[in-house]
């Protein structure tokens, strides 16, 4: 078997590879901009991203490992081979980007990105009242890996804690309620916090529209490490400008990227990350990736089923 590696390495990383799956071909890219076509038509396997465009009809190709929580390019039919295996890497970010939820909700509700913008102006003045996260309602859109780890931080802060699936409610611990996504709008009035860490399906396209944002408690504060086509950006803007909600921490955008002069980048109370929540930033999300994939290797060596499944028609996780 051919594998090809997209994903950066670390010291260590490809000994960890190789030795999954020791009598395979390795040819390592260490980045997804570097693949050619060539690479692609080479593989059998590719652990890491992909252009999208160079998978179409390879019919060589009998699994794809993404380095990435979200798989969106890889579900319309026809992108892969009929048969394509598809496995994705959650469990690895859950920790680096619930720790920039978190980091990002307190720069809002405590007003420390205004505070940082005064301090470029040399301006020493208070902005008035901040909110606690102690005795606040989190609504958290989302409880796999990245959600259930911003859920636990929270309760642990002494957050009420509201857990939203597309099924199964059984209550985790670090949840006080579960309640399915046909109950989002009755849920809205009730959050201080809307925290989305959901994929970008069909299903959740505009999911925060005008008419559900109205929904929300005035003053409340709302987050996404999702995708941001699952907010409607002009009415956030809206809502943000009217003082409708309190303000939002976004680690993406539509259009992403944010292009230059558009209205959200001036707004005050909008904190904005660059898509980097996740990525290779924290080593330990690094190891963990890599991980996951070394896992998955010696599984398809070794003739096992592969964890992470990913189902073609719900761009979620598979049950394990």
């Not at 796999?144 to 780890?149: P, Q, R, V």
Request: a negative charge; aromatic letters at 6%.
């Amino acid at each position: 078997m051919n594998v090809l590696v997209t994903i950066p390495l670390a010291a260590g990383h490809e000994e960890i590879l190789r030795d999954a799956a020791p009598d395979y071909t390795f040819r390592l890219l260490e980045k997804e901009s570097a693949v050619t076509q060539e690479d692609v038509d080479f593989a059998d396997i590719i652990l890491g991203n992909a252009p999208p465009s160079f998978l179409k009809g390879r019919q060589k190709l009998q699994w794809l490992q993404t380095a990435s929580a979200g798989v969106e390019p890889y579900l319309p039919p026809g992108t892969l081979p009929e048969n394509t295996l598809l496995t994705n890497t959650t469990g690895a970010y859950g920790l680096a980007i619930a720790e920039h939820m978190l980091g990002m909700l307190f720069g809002v509700i405590k007003k420390l990105a205004q505070y940082r913008d005064r301090q470029h102006e040399e301006a020493w003045e208070s902005l008035g009242s901040v909110k606690s996260i102690v005795g606040s309602t989190v609504l958290v859109l989302g409880l796999g890996d990245i959600g259930g780890e911003f859920a636990k931080r929270c309760k642990a802060l002494g957050a009420y804690v509201i857990g939203m699936r597309r099924s199964n409610t059984a209550k985790p611990d670090y949840a006080d309620e579960i309640c399915l996504t046909a109950d989002l709008d009755s849920m809205l009035p009730r959050a201080d916090v809307v925290a989305i860490s959901l994929p970008g399906t069909d299903e959740t396209t505009n999911l925060i529209d005008k008419n559900r944002i109205e929904k929300m408690k005035d003053g409340a504060v709302i987050i996404n490490v999702g995708r941001g086509k699952i907010i409607d950006t002009n009415a956030l803007c809206d809502a943000l400008e009217s003082g409708k909600l309190m303000g939002a921490a976004l680690d993406v955008t539509d259009p992403e990227p944010l292009p230059k002069g558009h209205r959200l980048w001036k707004i005050p109370t909008a904190v904005i990350t660059p898509h980097i929540s996740g990525y290779y930033h924290l080593k330990y999300t690094h190891d963990k990736v890599v991980e996951i994939c070394a896992n998955n290797l010696a599984r398809f060596h070794d003739g096992k089923p592969l964890q992470n499944k990913v189902d073609f028609r719900t761009g979620y996780r598979t049950s394990q």
